[in-house]
């Protein structure tokens, strides 16, 4: 078994026992990257000397016997974490020469911890989009599947992951970001609750929306990353001061008393039937475990792709106002007055997407039509939330797909934004209301492509999704699945 | 029709965007079919409904103001398009 095949929970037994050095961890890791990156595309930018500098401490606390679980890990960042001395894109032409002055507070902790990062992983622009073409620069490819899709935005976490060039990474979901990659290609994702990670440093999409979190390729490496990164943090204020539990306490626990809920709107039409099969499968293996199943309705699903759609670019326009060429990034050198060099700049330095979005969003927020549309979308948000509290008062967690298909062709919807809009459908309710979300590996379609189970909890019970991810882990024998690429 | 060329110009003047003809076009197609389909919120009554911005209420984050080191001026203007030794260098204003 080559070094870089390992899960974090097996490198750590590992690393611990002396039986490999983090040096030759990372050293696998880049040699892999080197192999199969010119094919998937996940890596913006591999920091190769800084991370064999990181293995090397991370060798001597090991030596020392002062290594904390992730120490020694070698790790990918998606680039809009911002990362000191290191450029940090966020997938964009307008931040292509960003070196932030200041690590992200995720950042910071994993480097705290020990952990080594091997470099920035490719994204759509701003994270906005479900394929990743949107980026910048080169578009990460499905590593299960040449020519099809990683997903998105956090596509180059994905597949940085599934093609074993690390052993974790962390990334950013918004609508859908960490759990729709995680699924198309056949990795665990989970989206925290909304507060339970600082964003310090995390480059602003959606602000009431985003959140950090964790792709790997079991159950067991997300819990422990969940464990280094979760946690108030003074400089995010919207942070929250919650008790912080053990959460690889929580994997072995069984599904004995808990009560598994089938929300009856996430089934409706648009779905594969083998997305549909898998996820019955998945109700099957926690039914079995010991899990009470019921049937709940979260009645206003069918309006999450609308209200995000205004209340994601409304926030994105004003977080994105800041790209003016002044201070940072890129600036149109041409323009002779200053609104003009404004105007040059942004029109130059965003892709289409991003202005489509800026364009909608400025537009919710304008004179007139503010109350019909930004208004009208944070009450039905309202809503949406009230769902998922009734709904938590009759089981502890919901299981459904995460998309309604497999990976698909890459260049498909390129000219249909609305109809790649509403693929989201099923993630974005989780981050209307704030709750926490996960992909696991449920299965595979009749064209080996991988197919995810979702699972949704109430705020502050990553625990109980933990419980449920690992006993459906144990049923699916999906645990460090990866494709073969040779 | 959601939106009309004429308002997708002026928003884009709103967000500092230049938009070419073609440009304008094709985003007058794709915002006005995708308000056409947020339009889909007018479906539910929401008059009695309070509005949220966050998935919690949390009240505000204050702290001492105590002074704390910041950033060192070179620091801040590393990043900088166009800098003097003090300064952010912008087009002639006035």
């Known amino acids: 078994m080559n070094p870089y095949e390992l899960t974090i929970g097996q490198a750590r037994a590992e690393l611990d026992g002396g039986n490999i050095s983090s040096r030759e961890l990372t050293e696998s890791c880049l040699a892999r990257i080197k192999k199969v990156d010119g094919d998937i595309h996940s890596f913006i930018r591999v920091t190769e000397d800084e991370a064999l500098e990181q293995a090397d401490a991370a060798d001597k606390q090991i030596a020392a016997g002062k290594a904390e679980p992730l120490c020694g890990i070698p790790l990918s960042m998606k680039d809009l974490l911002c990362t000191r001395g290191i450029t940090t894109t966020c997938g964009s032409k307008i931040l292509e020469n960003f070196v932030p002055p200041y690590d992200a507070t995720v950042v910071e902790k994993l480097k705290s911890q020990g952990a080594v990062i091997l470099g920035k992983v490719a994204m759509d622009e701003f994270a906005m989009g479900s394929t990743s073409e949107n980026c910048a620069f080169d578009v990460p490819e499905n590593p299960w599947k040449s020519g099809y899709v990683a997903g998105g935005s956090s596509g180059g976490s994905a597949t940085s992951v599934a093609g074993m060039e690390c052993l974790g990474s962390l990334g950013s979901d918004t609508g859908g970001s960490i759990r729709q990659p995680a699924s198309l290609c056949g990795v665990v994702g989970i989206k925290p609750t909304y507060g339970r990670v600082s964003r310090y440093g995390l480059v602003a999409f959606a602000s009431s929306l985003d959140q950090i979190g964790p792709l790997t390729r079991d159950v067991t490496d997300s819990a422990m990353m969940m464990n280094g990164i979760a946690g108030y943090d003074k400089r995010d204020s919207t942070s929250v001061k919650e008790d912080l539990p053990d959460f690889t306490a929580a994997l072995t626990q069984g599904m004995q008393g808990l009560k598994v809920g089938i929300p009856r709107e996430y089934f409706g039409e648009g779905l594969d039937p083998e997305v549909v099969q898998v996820v019955k499968n998945g109700v099957q293996i926690l039914k079995d475990a010991g899990a009470e199943i019921v049937d709940v309705s979260l009645p206003h699903t069918e309006y999450c792709v609308a209200v995000y759609y205004l209340i994601a670019p409304a926030e994105a326009s004003s977080n994105l106002a800041r790209y003016d060429g002044v201070v940072y990034g890129y600036r149109d050198q041409d323009a002779e007055s200053l609104v003009d060099m404004y105007r040059e700049t942004r029109s130059h330095g965003f892709g289409d997407e991003v202005k489509r979005r800026i364009l909608i969003g400025t537009y919710a927020l304008s004179s007139g039509y503010y109350d019909a549309y930004y208004k009208k979308a944070s009450q039905v948000r309202t809503l949406i939330l009230n769902d998922f509290q009734k709904a938590y008062e009759s089981c502890d967690l919901l299981i459904s797909p995460v998309t309604p298909t497999p990976a698909w062709r890459r260049g498909v919807h390129a000219d249909d934004p609305l109809a790649l809009y509403l693929s989201d459908i099923l993630t974005i309710s989780a981050n209307l209301a704030g709750i926490p979300g996960m992909s696991v590996p449920g299965g595979f379609s009749s064209d080996g492509l991988p197919i995810g189970i979702q699972l949704q909890g109430s705020h502050f019970r990553e625990d109980i999704l933990f419980r449920a991810a690992y006993n459906l882990e144990l049923g699916t024998k999906l645990a460090n699945k990866c494709p073969d690429m040779g | ?94």
């Open chain 2, 1 to 94: 029709m959601k939106i009309t060329r004429e308002e997708v110009e002026h928003v884009a003047g709103l967000s500092k965007l230049n938009l070419s003809e073609k440009e304008l076009t094709s985003m007058t197609e794709q915002l006005d079919t995708i308000l056409s389909y947020v339009s889909k919120l007018d479906e539910l009554d929401t008059t009695k409904v309070a509005p949220t911005t966050h998935a919690f209420s949390l009240s505000n984050a204050f702290r001492e103001d105590e002074v704390q080191e910041s950033l060192p001026r070179d620091e801040a203007l590393a990043n900088g398009p166009k800098v003097n030794k003090e300064a952010f260098v912008v087009p002639k204003i006035i």
